[in-house]
């Protein structure tokens, strides 16, 4: 008997399954698609480009909640030097992004008053308590010592590092939280090398040291006995465990079994929980369009931008280069085709006026429309005091990960927090015999 059925094997399922197996636990991961990877999918195809759904990059690299994970497994991910030519998106133009409090001082994008204001908001931030803020929005913290209206349309680019740029929305606990840590670590985010593909690859590789991969097998039910989670079925067989780590999103545990069982608090919150949507389009040209490698980032308009084989050849055939762009879609996207087509011209118009020489080189293009990017979105009602617990309080062996629940960080850091954390409540609870 597996120790453990993981449902799921993106960041989530595949870092946890692998600290299980690790650690000498018997692992079976069931996977619905296809492919490993989740939303950060990672695949070299036939013609040799890297293919990512959105290219994925990990805050504090080396420092970070990721590269955590991977210490626990006795390596490390292989990041790309950190380069420091990161650009910002203001007032339509395209700028240096500031390096720390320093570079703030500096930087010409603000008026020397609003510099000033900047600094003594971020001073704010750095002695902030996150617990008493949580609750509040980044938008409620500024105004409760500041007035000035270019810091404050500058807000947006502190809510964009951890993926909700707008500030009366965004939780300030979870801001504070998150640059309190980047302060401290001093280091931007990390690329890995070759991409997802190579997490993924690494973390499969200790999977396999003690456990399987199932990929197109889905769960279609959790077995739930007298409080304690049994088994799960699948569209092909039935599996007996000890425990049960589901790794998928937080609102498709509530298709798998009978919904009074879960918490109520569980229960509500995957039914109204509220996550990010997004547009990427990847371009492939024949010559590089510009030698920025550390990537763009929309101060006032939420975009980002990566520039993959300036930094790394092994995501394109020798003579051709691939850059993502992404734009966030607006909160509560249902899907509308004409929304997408506006965020499409919108997306391209600002790449045109930042960049003149860039659309007219590519040679060819694909766009994904991402209906769920971040699971969770960091609202003050979803900041990590509000998400459910990891370990399910009614169902004994019943684990939920994954980034809707309460791990740390932001994006795909939680999914890692939260698999650390219940590999590490299944390991003190391990009993060989
Ligand atoms: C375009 C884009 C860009 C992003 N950029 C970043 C970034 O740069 N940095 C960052 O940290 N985060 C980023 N994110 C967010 C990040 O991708 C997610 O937070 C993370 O991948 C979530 O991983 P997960 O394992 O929790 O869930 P998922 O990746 O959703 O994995 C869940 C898996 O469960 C499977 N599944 C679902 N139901 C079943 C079932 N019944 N049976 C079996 N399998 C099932 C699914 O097929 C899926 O593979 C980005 C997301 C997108 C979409």
Same mark, same amino acid.
């Given at each position: 008997m597996?120790?453990?059925i993981?449902?799921g094997?993106?960041?989530a399922g595949?870092?946890?399954?692998?600290?299980?197996a #690790?650690?000498?636990?018997?692992v079976?991961?069931l996977?619905? @698609?296809?492919?490993?990877?989740?939303?950060?999918?990672?695949?070299k195809?036939e013609?040799g480009?890297?293919?990512e759904?959105?290219?994925h990059?990990?805050?504090?690299?080396?420092?970070?909640?990721a590269? *955590?994970?991977f210490?626990?497994?006795?390596?490390?991910?292989?990041?790309?030097?950190?380069?420091?030519?990161a650009?910002?998106i203001?007032?339509?133009?395209?700028w240096?992004r500031? *390096?720390?409090?320093a570079?703030?001082?500096?930087?010409?994008m603000?008026?020397?008053?609003?510099?000033?204001?900047?600094?003594?908001?971020?001073?704010?931030?750095?002695?902030?308590?996150p617990?008493e803020?949580?609750?509040?929005?980044?938008?409620?913290?500024?105004?409760? @010592? !500041?007035?000035?209206?270019?810091v404050?349309?500058?807000? &947006? !680019?502190? =809510?964009m590092?951890?993926?909700? &740029?707008?500030?009366?929305k965004?939780?300030a =606990?979870?801001?504070?939280?998150?640059?309190?840590?980047?302060l401290k670590?001093?280091?931007?985010v990390?690329?890995?090398r070759?991409g997802?593909?190579?997490? !993924?690859?690494?973390?499969?590789?200790?999977?396999?040291?003690?456990g399987?991969?199932?990929?197109?097998e889905?769960?279609t039910?959790?077995?739930?006995d007298?409080?304690?989670?049994t088994?799960v079925?699948?569209?092909k067989?039935?599996y @007996?465990?000890?425990?049960?780590?589901?790794?998928?999103?937080?609102?498709?545990?509530?298709?798998?079994?009978d919904?009074?069982l879960?918490?109520?608090?569980?229960?509500?919150?995957?039914?109204?929980i509220?996550?990010?949507?997004g547009l990427?389009?990847d371009?492939?040209t024949?010559? &590089?369009?510009?030698n920025?490698?550390?990537?763009i980032?929309?101060?006032?308009?939420?975009?980002?931008?990566r520039f993959?084989?300036?930094?790394?050849d092994?995501?394109?055939?020798?003579?051709?280069?691939i850059?993502?762009?992404?734009?966030?879609?607006?909160w509560?996207f249902?899907? #509308?085709k004409?929304?997408?087509? *506006?965020?499409e011209?919108?997306?391209?118009?600002?790449?045109a006026a930042i960049?003149?020489?860039?659309?007219?080189?590519?040679?060819e *293009?694909?766009?994904t429309?991402?209906p769920?990017?971040?699971g969770n979105?960091?609202?003050?009602?979803q900041?990590?005091?509000?998400?459910?617990d990891?370990?399910?309080?009614?169902i004994k062996?019943?684990y939920?990960?994954?980034?809707?629940v309460?791990?740390? =960080?932001c994006?795909?850091?939680? @999914?890692?927090?939260?698999?650390?954390?219940?590999a590490?409540?299944?390991?003190?609870g391990?009993?060989p015999?």
């Amino acid at each position: 008997m597996a120790e453990a059925i993981i449902i799921g094997a993106g960041y989530a399922g595949m870092s946890a399954a692998a600290l299980l197996a #690790n650690s000498g636990r018997r692992v079976i991961v069931l996977e619905a @698609s296809g492919m490993i990877g989740g939303r950060a999918l990672s695949y070299k195809n036939e013609k040799g480009y890297v293919w990512e759904y959105g290219a994925h990059s990990h805050r504090l690299a080396r420092k970070g909640i990721a590269n *955590e994970a991977f210490k626990r497994l006795g390596e490390e991910i292989d990041f790309l030097p950190e380069v420091k030519d990161a650009k910002l998106i203001f007032k339509g133009r395209l700028w240096e992004r500031p *390096e720390g409090p320093a570079g703030f001082l500096k930087t010409p994008m603000l008026s020397f008053r609003a510099r000033l204001v900047l600094l003594a908001l971020l001073i704010k931030i750095k002695k902030a308590n996150p617990s008493e803020w949580y609750d509040k929005t980044l938008l409620d913290f500024y105004k409760t @010592s !500041f007035q000035n209206p270019e810091v404050e349309a500058f807000l &947006p !680019f502190l =809510g964009m590092t951890i993926m909700c &740029p707008t500030p009366e929305k965004v939780s300030a =606990g979870e801001v504070i939280e998150f640059l309190q840590r980047a302060l401290k670590a001093g280091i931007g985010v990390g690329e890995p090398r070759g991409g997802s593909a190579q997490i !993924f690859s690494k973390l499969k590789k200790h999977i396999e040291k003690n456990g399987e991969i199932h990929l197109s097998e889905k769960a279609t039910k959790l077995i739930i006995d007298n409080g304690r989670a049994t088994g799960v079925k699948t569209d092909k067989t039935t599996y @007996s465990t000890k425990n049960v780590i589901f790794a998928a999103r937080l609102p498709l545990v509530l298709d798998l079994m009978d919904n009074h069982l879960l918490p109520k608090a569980t229960r509500n919150y995957a039914r109204n929980i509220e996550n990010s949507s997004g547009l990427t389009l990847d371009f492939i040209t024949d010559k &590089p369009v510009t030698n920025i490698r550390a990537g763009i980032l929309g101060v006032d308009i939420p975009i980002w931008a990566r520039f993959q084989s300036n930094a790394d050849d092994s995501f394109t055939p020798r003579g051709k280069y691939i850059s993502t762009w992404g734009i966030m879609l607006p909160w509560h996207f249902d899907g #509308n085709k004409k929304i997408v087509e *506006e965020t499409e011209k919108r997306l391209k118009r600002t790449i045109a006026a930042i960049l003149p020489n860039f659309l007219p080189m590519v040679v060819e *293009e694909r766009k994904t429309v991402v209906p769920v990017m971040n699971g969770n979105v960091l609202t003050p009602a979803q900041s990590k005091p509000h998400r459910p617990d990891i370990e399910c309080a009614t169902i004994k062996g019943l684990y939920l990960i994954g980034d809707t629940v309460k791990g740390d =960080g932001c994006s795909g850091d939680i @999914s890692f927090s939260s698999a650390l954390i219940a590999a590490d409540k299944i390991c003190s609870g391990f009993n060989p015999a």
